[in-house]
């Protein structure tokens, strides 16, 4: 029966590590969506900047780049690709981070990573 209470308090020890899992957790997604990154494409002339879940935040474009629209349109989703790759690595190192280096499926997905 004693052993049956080991069992228990390593349930409950479980259940703990669990909790302060989750407000990690809660913490980190608050955290993402403070942070800033900044991409940009045709040396400058678009500059994208995405929050670190990749939701686009702002975007500049130099009134000359305006002249050339096929041009424009790439350059501007290159600009967000960048700052949003910037995002997604940060993401990724901060998972690694709350997670010890542990492998957690799902877990860069439910804080808006791919």
């Keep these: 029966m004693l052993g049956n209470l080991g ?4 349930i409950a020890n479980l259940l703990k590590s669990a909790k302060d899992m989750q407000e990690r957790f809660g913490k980190m997604q608050e955290e993402l969506a403070q942070r800033r990154f900044d991409g940009d494409a045709g040396g400058g002339m678009v500059r994208a900047t995405v929050d670190g879940r990749g939701a ?6 130099n009134p000359d780049a305006a002249r050339d629209v096929e041009l424009l349109e790439d350059l501007v989703k290159a600009a967000i690709g960048a700052a949003a790759s910037k995002a997604q690595e940060a993401m ?3 998972v690694t981070a709350l997670t010890g280096g542990v492998s957690v499926p799902g ?3 439910m804080l808006g990573g791919k």
């Design 107 to 109: 877990l860069t997905e």
């Design 92 to 94: 990724k190192a901060d």
């Design 7 to 10: 069992g228990l308090g390593n």
């Design 56 to 61: 686009l935040v702002n975007i500049k474009i």
